[in-house]
C-alpha cells in the first residue's frame, strides 16, 4: 500500500514540473512578417544592455545584432515589446532563442520587408518552460 502511494505522489510531483507556465499577456496584437511570424522583420543593433527580468524575454548585451520576428502592437500604459533573437559569435548560447525585449533597447538597422500583417497574440506567445 505505501509504496503505490509514493508512486502516485511521485506522478503527481512529475505532471506538475512538466507542464509550462503560462504568463501575462504583454499585449493582444503583434505586427509579423508573415501570418505565422517565422519571417525575420528586421536586424536591430542592441543600444544597452537588457537583463531579462522572466523567462518570456532575452537578455540582450550592448551592441548584438538581434533578429525582429514581431512587434507587440502596444497598449495603453504598457511598454513597446519586440520579439527576436540574438545573434552573436561571442554568445552563441543564446541563438536561436527568440524571445521579447523592449523596442528602446535596439535601433533597427535593415528592414527586410515592408508588408506587415497584423495578428492576435495567444498564450502561447506568453508561455515559459
Request: with cysteine.
Amino acid at each position: 500500500m505505501s509504496y503505490s502511494l509514493v508512486i502516485l505522489l511521485c506522478v503527481g510531483l512529475l505532471h506538475q514540473t512538466a507542464r509550462a507556465v503560462h504568463m501575462d499577456k504583454l499585449a493582444d496584437n503583434k505586427i509579423c512578417g508573415d501570418a505565422e511570424c517565422s519571417h525575420v522583420l528586421s536586424m536591430a543593433t542592441a543600444l544597452d544592455d537588457f537583463i531579462a527580468p522572466d523567462c518570456r524575454f532575452i537578455n540582450i548585451r550592448k551592441g548584438q545584432m538581434v533578429y525582429v520576428y514581431s512587434k507587440l502592437v502596444p497598449e495603453e500604459g504598457a511598454g513597446v515589446f519586440w520579439s527576436g533573437s540574438v545573434y552573436s559569435e561571442r554568445y552563441v548560447d543564446q541563438m536561436g532563442i527568440i524571445g521579447y525585449f523592449p523596442a528602446t533597447t535596439v535601433k533597427e538597422t535593415l528592414k527586410f520587408t515592408q508588408e506587415t500583417v497584423q495578428i492576435p497574440t495567444t498564450n502561447n506567445d506568453f508561455y515559459c518552460d
